[in-house]
């Protein structure tokens, strides 16, 4: 993230100065304007990672700048700042796509350095997927694995038992392909979610646990952005949607689900279960098997899950190098 260019808009040039002296130490690129007309420039001239942009000034609004730089620059992260009484106008922009984040005036710094950072990840997760190559995919997927220190190998496992589903379903290898890139990437929407909660030993609070289920969707968008297949955008954006449409973030049903959505929920569940998590021990195989066959017709495809018991979890492991504590069929 060292050297990514942060565009900083306000008319008052000491809130400017203010803002600019959080990041001294940052390694990012700093530019200030005080207009949004200016701003636009700079956008048609500067690789601009995050725009953060006052909303009350005179002549163009900062709510109207990020959604013209919405339109001409789509990649640029945009945050938007405002005063307590515009937070529904903000609120509508972050529905309608056209806002990252927004900050309240007055703000708290380490909040303010947290959003901007969270902004460039977020910048250079969507730049890094246009690459496209397996290699990159994989890497990305590995990198943001380290915010959540259980996961490290989840996203590769989930890969194999997904496409040891997917190859005993006959599927072609065009879906098998965006399977198992999908896989990688599921959990792409957590560079959202801060790392404090993902590592919570506790059971999250009504708060906590409603941003982790936007995961999903900002995910989605980030796929989207880097014009990823639609196979990779529906494993992202319905992974954790459940049979009986109890799931989130859609509350889809059924064949409603695609079916590598459907696919890749089974095989995150069983490598969820089955490895170390904060709040909780591993099961072993057959205890893992045994709860993803006790969630059929529920959380679960019914088709998914008996292809899925004829599975042997170890010969996945075994496949992709990793050990494992023996098979769960003789």
């Not at 990514?4 to 990041?23: G, P």
């Not at 995910?219 to 799931?247: F, P, Q, T």
């Not at 059924?254 to 959505?261: L, S």
Request: proline share 4%; glycine share 8%; aromatic share 6%.
């Amino acid at each position: 993230m060292a050297g990514e260019t942060i565009l900083l808009v306000d008319d008052e040039k000491n809130i400017l100065e203010s803002i600019e002296r959080l990041f001294i130490d940052a390694g990012l690129r700093i530019i200030k304007s005080t207009s949004a007309e200016q701003a636009l420039e700079f956008i048609e001239k500067e690789n601009i990672a995050v725009l953060v942009s006052d909303n009350r000034m005179p002549g163009m609004k900062g709510s109207e700048l990020l959604e013209r730089v919405r339109v001409v620059s789509p990649d640029v992260v945009r945050v938007l700042m405002t005063g307590y009484a515009d937070v529904p106008t903000v609120v509508d922009a972050i529905n309608k796509g056209e806002v990252f984040r927004f900050i309240v005036k007055p703000w708290d710094d380490n909040n303010f350095m947290q959003i901007v950072m969270e902004g460039v990840e977020y910048y250079n997760v969507v730049r890094t997927l246009k690459m496209g190559d397996e290699t990159t995919l994989l890497s990305l997927a590995q990198t943001i694995e380290l915010k959540d220190p259980y996961t490290r190998g989840h996203c590769d496992r989930v890969a194999g038992y997904a496409l040891a589903i997917a190859d005993r379903l006959g599927l072609s290898e065009d879906m098998k392909k965006g399977i198992k890139h999908g896989s990688w990437l599921h959990d792409c929407g957590k560079i959202g979610v801060p790392e404090s909660i993902l590592n919570s030993q506790g059971t999250l609070n009504e708060e906590q646990f409603g941003i982790i289920k936007k995961h999903p969707v900002w995910g989605a968008d980030v796929a989207r952005k880097a014009h990823l297949s639609e196979v990779i955008v529906n494993i992202v954006l319905y992974h954790h949607e459940r049979h009986d449409g109890r799931g989130y973030p859609s509350g889809i049903s059924g064949n409603d689900i695609p079916i590598e959505a459907r696919i890749v929920s089974v095989a995150d569940c069983f490598d969820a279960v089955t490895t170390d998590r904060p709040y909780e021990k591993a099961k072993s195989m057959e205890e893992g098997m045994e709860l993803v066959l006790s969630l059929k017709g529920t959380n679960f495809a019914p088709e998914i899950v008996e292809v899925f018991e004829d599975i042997d979890p170890g010969e996945v492991l075994a496949g992709l190098g990793e050990e494992h504590d023996g098979h769960y069929k003789d």
